[in-house]
């Protein structure tokens, strides 16, 4: 079945600089990538996702790539913020499997002020 | 009540005892998820119904055991538990079972096992 490698788990940056969290999968199948936000104590929310058939999407400050050949996906904020400070998951779903996401470790981001 | 929502929020639980959680979506949608996180564990799908039929069964251990009695409900069973089985579990819905779909998530019940 599908495997999702997260890194980092943790990712300390200061106020106003930009964050990267990469992920990795293994079945080339694959063509589903969300990304979810989970603050301390909440529910995991969707904040940007990407199809197989682009290579990068963008909303505000947060953007994700894809490189479907490298089978890796990255999540990209810029400008971070004291309330981007968060757990944040990528996921990987293939199409002949409905909507079943295989999840990664997921990353603790810290954003100083 | 709005989105996803699950009670109990908090339960404690031995190894003989049996208990229900439960979850309840307002969205009006048609498949919903049972997931299991642990801590320093990526979410782990266990269960999948989709217009009230079970699509997913991820080698779930037989002391869960899930009911979906309309498209808006869905329980999780729980007997004769482990410690390890203790965790949040997390309740989701989604428009549809096919891809793309975005999931709704629940707040989770944290249960502990004693």
């Known amino acids: 079945g599908e495997n999702v490698e997260q890194h980092p788990s943790t990712l300390s940056v200061q106020e106003g600089d930009s964050a990267v969290i990469k992920c990795t999968y293994s079945?080339?199948?694959?063509?589903?990538f969300p990304w979810y936000k989970q603050e301390l104590g909440k529910r995991p929310q969707l904040i940007i996702d990407i199809r197989s058939n682009v290579g990068e999407k963008k909303d505000q400050r947060i953007a994700v790539t894809l490189n479907k050949t490298a089978k890796h996906f990255s999540l990209h904020i810029t400008e971070t913020q004291p309330e981007d400070s968060a757990v944040y998951f990528c996921a990987a779903s293939i199409s002949n499997a409905g909507n079943m996401l295989t999840f990664g470790g997921g990353t603790r981001l810290m954003v100083k002020p | 009540e709005t989105g996803v929502t699950q009670t109990p929020r908090h339960l404690v639980m031995g190894m003989t005892n049996k208990k229900s959680l439960k979850c309840e979506q307002h969205?009006?949608?048609?498949?919903m998820y049972w997931y299991k996180q642990s801590a320093k564990k990526p979410l782990e799908l266990m269960f999948v119904y989709s217009l009230e039929e079970r699509v997913e069964n991820n080698s779930v251990p037989s002391r869960f055991s899930p009911e979906c009695p309309n498209s808006s409900h869905l329980f999780l069973h729980l007997h004769t538990l482990q410690p390890e089985d203790s965790a949040l579990y997390l309740c989701?819905?989604?428009?549809?079972?096919?891809?793309?779909?975005?999931?709704?998530f629940g707040p989770g019940t944290r249960l502990t096992v004693l």
């Open positions: 969205l009006g949608h048609n498949a």
């Open positions: 079945d080339s199948a694959s063509n589903y």
């Open positions: 989701a819905s989604s428009q549809d079972w096919g891809l793309y779909n975005e999931q709704f």
